[in-house]
């Protein structure tokens, strides 16, 4: 299979032909000047081309034909889309109502959306027998929670205008976190990363098991790091200042901070980093301020990521900066020691990274926390994904393919020497009826949950006993309480608050051990191979609910050959489709079904 790249700008394309199972480039193509009469290509890095006054769709005409004929056939064509807003969070086929959409979200990010959509209409009218597939930089921080989503604005202008934090370049940090996660011989959804792409736009993300917890870009690519030619995170009251002092409008204020900031603004030299470095080893105060500035910006993300993580695996570092520039590495990883995170100079001097040999360490190998150079190659995952979904891999047909939905309440589980503090010594617990997964049982015994801020009652034990403790709560019980709980696969307590357990014979207090549980679905392993899914696959589900048909994003797929087919979400969960159980209870089905949707995996050629 052979899948066509193509990333437009307003006045560029970049096209690749490559293989998607391999990533081996077929051919490459980089048009500048789209638009004016200087318009120009390349192929192949080879001498440039005069195109004439080339609009998109004749830059694409004049060289889509010698890329066609190096392959057999192109099967698909996969397209760079910057903002996918809400509504786009996975890689979507192309259709009149997609590009519809794209196109509004052109308020969202009027440099980028539009000349996508030029690239998309031009390329679409030229191979119209190929199915085109969007591909969106905000679709992997989808995951973002809601207090990683918001601006602290006034309610009623949020909503009246969408204004909320998507995050950019997720392609890239996707691709490069499940590098690093091969190259640790780790998964992905086991490892807290954070991953620094530094190059003309920068930004870091918190990668959590797998999953986009935070990022610096928030509704547009603005904010966040020190960028070269972007200011990002600036105090919203100097723009203010400056639109009044400097009579700056609209257009001009946005002209200020992203053409005339960033690297450029500080060093007065341009955005090259190669440039401003040379400056500065020569003594350029400005150029060595420029430095500092974004050296500084970076480590202080990535110390505030590892806050947020409570800790963290690897340090990555990709983009043309972060790849190629010791020196930026060297001044960022100061100071990290005390996550565990050291540089051994003399790696970090050596580092080369490309597609053949992708990862290098600049860490020495007792390091704590790795750090990592890891090269990007973000036309090969958009390559991975147009292929998943052309070959329909991300699809699961067939509309008997339903799950049981069943609400899970507040509940807790205990090892028996919890059992035996709380109840007494040699009791166990004692079974009060049995629950859909096979072994598993509410007990007669419940508990007090005692947090900082309030208390709940009555909170039922579920058995048998386990290795460690745990309590699940839902989102409205957590502020109940008074904590923070994160959201967790079930058993992964690492790094999460404690409570106090009170029961008849004595209280506890956990250290650590309550969490928000991530909705999953319980499958045998019959039934995986019938959704088309593995273990700890993630997918979409759609629950129809009399009117209320809500679709919920990253369900994990537990597998087993001892669990029963049902979806477990919380009662926070089940109230926002307005699904009603039958009764109050631990677990209790709802008469409600499922239909898996989507789902995301590793790309499988074969």
């Avoid at 192929?43 to 440039?48: F, I, L, Q, S, Y």
């Amino acid at each position: 299979m052979y899948v066509l790249v193509i990333n437009c700008g307003s006045s560029s394309i970049k096209a690749d032909l490559l293989d998607p199972a391999t990533g081996a480039r077929k051919g490459s193509v980089r048009a500048e000047r789209v638009g004016t009469d200087g318009a120009f290509l390349r192929v192949d890095d080879g001498e440039p081309e005069a195109l004439g006054h080339a609009d998109h769709t004749a830059a694409l005409r004049a060289f889509l034909p010698r890329l066609a004929a190096r392959v057999p056939t192109i099967d698909a064509v996969g397209h760079r889309v910057v903002h996918g807003g809400e509504r786009f969070t996975r890689p979507t086929r192309i259709d009149a109502e997609v590009e519809d959409a794209i196109d509004k979200l052109s308020t969202l990010a009027p440099l980028h959306n539009p000349p996508n959509l030029q690239g998309i209409r031009a390329a679409r009218a030229l191979l119209p027998d190929v199915p085109h597939v969007a591909v969106f930089d905000t679709a992997f921080h989808s995951t973002l929670p809601r207090r990683a989503q918001a601006y602290a604005l006034p309610h009623a202008l949020v909503a009246e205008y969408g204004i909320r934090r998507y995050g950019f370049h997720g392609t890239s940090h996707g691709w490069v976190a499940q590098r690093a996660a091969d190259w640790l011989g780790e998964d992905v959804r086991d490892l807290r990363l954070i991953t620094c792409h530094l190059g003309n736009g920068c930004s870091v993300a918190a990668v959590e098991y797998g999953r986009s917890v935070e990022t610096s870009m928030g509704m547009t690519p603005v904010e966040g790091l020190v960028m070269g030619t972007r200011a990002g995170d600036v105090d919203a009251g100097v723009l203010i200042d400056l639109m009044r002092r400097a009579h700056l409008d609209a257009d001009g204020l946005d002209h200020v901070l992203n053409r005339e900031s960033g690297l450029k603004g500080l060093s007065g030299v341009g955005n090259d980093l190669r440039d401003i470095e040379a400056r500065a080893a020569d003594g350029d105060d400005r150029c060595r301020q420029a430095l500092n500035v974004f050296c500084h910006r970076v480590r202080k993300y990535i110390g505030a990521y590892a806050a947020v993580m409570g800790g963290v695996d690897a340090v990555v570092f990709t983009g043309g900066i972060g790849q190629h520039s010791a020196h930026v590495r060297h001044r960022v990883a100061q100071r990290l020691e005390f996550l565990g995170a050291h540089l051994d100079e003399d790696r970090n001097r050596d580092a080369q990274v490309d597609r053949a040999n992708p990862v290098y360490a600049v860490s020495p190998p007792h390091a704590r926390t790795a750090v990592l150079v890891v090269a990007t190659d973000e036309e090969h995952a958009i390559a991975k994904a147009t292929a998943d979904l052309c070959l329909e891999r991300d699809l699961v047909a067939g509309a008997d393919l339903t799950i049981p939905v069943a609400i899970s309440a507040r509940h807790i589980h205990l090892t028996q020497e919890a059992v035996e503090t709380l109840f007494g010594p040699g009791h166990r617990l004692t079974p009060l009826k049995a629950l859909s997964q096979p072994g598993q049982f509410a007990c007669e015994e419940t508990l007090t949950v005692v947090g900082p801020k309030r208390s709940l009652e009555r909170v039922r034990v579920l058995g048998p006993t386990r290795p460690a403790c745990q309590v699940e709560v839902s989102r409205t019980d957590e502020y109940h309480l008074g904590i923070d709980a994160p959201v967790r696969d079930s058993g992964d307590v690492a790094n999460t608050p404690g409570v106090t357990l009170v029961g008849p014979q004595g209280a506890l207090t956990l250290q650590e051990g309550i969490i928000c549980a991530r909705r999953h679905i319980h499958m045998t392993p019959a039934d995986a191979a019938r959704f088309g899914v593995k273990n700890r696959d993630v997918v979409e589900v759609a629950i129809d609910s009399a009117g209320r048909d809500l679709v919920f994003g990253d369900v994990l797929v537990r597998v087993k050959d001892s669990y029963a087919l049902e979806m477990h979400i919380d009662t926070d969960e089940a109230n926002a489709a307005e699904i009603e159980p039958g009764h109050q209870g631990v677990l209790e089905g709802t008469g409600k079904v499922a239909r898996l949707q989507h789902r995301r995996t590793h790309f499988d050629p074969h």
